[in-house]
């Protein structure tokens, strides 16, 4: 069992940048892959980046390419996601989630391990 919390959600105006963390306890952090998925009023939760057990790999949705960043610090047991550049539409309620598979894992079902939740609000 892995316990996850997300932090670091807020408003923010566009342009402008929020790096989210997601703390994990319970069974050893670096043995899981990771990703992180967001859900946006009336929408259905989508991918938005995952990463290897190791760190070394990450895999990002076309929508964030380029101004997202995935990472992972293993001796702290913590997960982030650096958002630049935020626009409206990056509005959601973003979601950490581990799986017991080592490698880039994209498929929301394929995770067993959820956090709760936090929210990112982007005014134009």
């Known amino acids: 069992q892995v316990q996850l919390v997300e932090s670091g959600g807020g408003l923010v105006q566009a342009g402008t940048s929020l790096r989210l963390s997601c703390a994990a306890s319970?069974?050893?952090?670096?043995?899981?892959?990771m990703g992180w998925f967001r859900q946006a009023p009336g929408k259905e939760r989508e991918f938005v980046a995952a990463?290897?057990?190791?760190?070394?790999?990450?895999y990002y949705a076309d929508s964030v390419k380029g101004r997202f960043t995935i990472s992972r610090d293993n001796a702290k047991n913590t997960l982030y996601l650096q958002m630049n550049s935020l626009k409206p539409e990056d509005a959601a309620v973003y979601y950490c989630?581990?799986?017991?598979?080592?490698?880039?894992?994209?498929?929301?079902?394929?995770?067993?391990?959820w956090g709760q939740g936090t929210q990112v609000t982007v005014s134009s």
């Open positions: 989630a581990a799986t017991g598979s080592r490698g880039l894992v994209l498929l929301a079902s394929a995770y067993g391990y």
């Open positions: 319970g069974r050893t952090f670096r043995v899981y892959a």
């Open positions: 990463i290897t057990w190791s760190g070394g790999t990450g």
